[in-house]
């Protein structure tokens, strides 16, 4: 009598303890304006206050409702979040070479190229490199 009673008052200690934990903690939210994922370069930009819409490295649209509590958004090491002083680089065959253009991530996605990666660098690098503040 004496284990079951040992028993009961545990899993009641227990059974509380994992109810209070459960519910202080709250779920990571996605909070930017727009998002690029190095790995695959898609970018995510935010359409409402919880879905993001996903778009694929060419400029195709593949999602319009990303949740903003996904996982992947919150906490890949492969996301970065997109700001005004971000650009984009672009890339296309033309001639059997690779040609790439720089694009601020705020500017649409031009036809025909390929969003390969970012430059999280402001206009002021690019208009004096080798400058430092």
């Known amino acids: 009598m004496k284990k079951l009673f040992c028993f009961i008052i545990i899993f009641l200690f227990w059974g509380i303890n994992t109810a209070a934990i459960g519910a202080e903690s709250t779920k990571d939210m996605a909070k930017g304006d727009a998002y690029f994922d190095v790995a695959t370069g898609h970018r995510y930009i935010k359409n409402s206050n919880t879905t993001y819409a996903e778009y694929s490295k060419r400029g195709k649209l593949l999602r319009t409702d990303v949740p903003n509590t996904q996982p992947h958004l919150v906490k890949s090491n492969y996301i970065n979040e997109l700001t005004h002083e971000s650009y984009l680089v672009y890339e296309r065959y ?40």
């Open 94 to 133: 033309l001639n059997k070479e690779v040609v790439q253009q720089i694009l601020l991530a705020s500017d649409k996605h031009p036809a025909g190229w390929r969003c390969e990666a970012i430059l999280p660098l402001s206009a002021e690098a690019y208009e004096n490199p080798g400058i430092e503040e």
